[in-house]
């Protein structure tokens, strides 16, 4: 249940406010003077507060190191680069970016 914390614009407090779904309509107020006019403190929300954002910043991370592990993208800017040039590829490197991507080391590369 993520939990969010709004600033109070009048009193200056912060309240922390739990909410039961995401798709619950949301009308915070300031848990000291009763004001509407609270701002929700994005800062603090992104530094841990809630795990769930904590955990959606690190797979997007992730998921951007996984494309380039991802054996299937291996040698898809070489392609690219060939391709825009309008060069056909030449067999060894065509030869080089299927084995690497069935998942051997690619001839020639030092590791
Ligand atoms: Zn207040």
Known sequence: MPIYEYRCRQCQQISSIFVRSISSPLAPSCQSCGSEEVERRMSTFAMGKTTGDVHNAHSMDSSSRDYYSDPRNIGRHVEESF?????????????????????????????
């Open 83 to 111: 391709a825009r040039h309008g060069v056909d590829m030449p067999a060894s490197v065509r030869e080089s970016i299927d084995s690497a991507r069935s998942g051997e080391a690619p001839k020639g590369l030092d590791l």
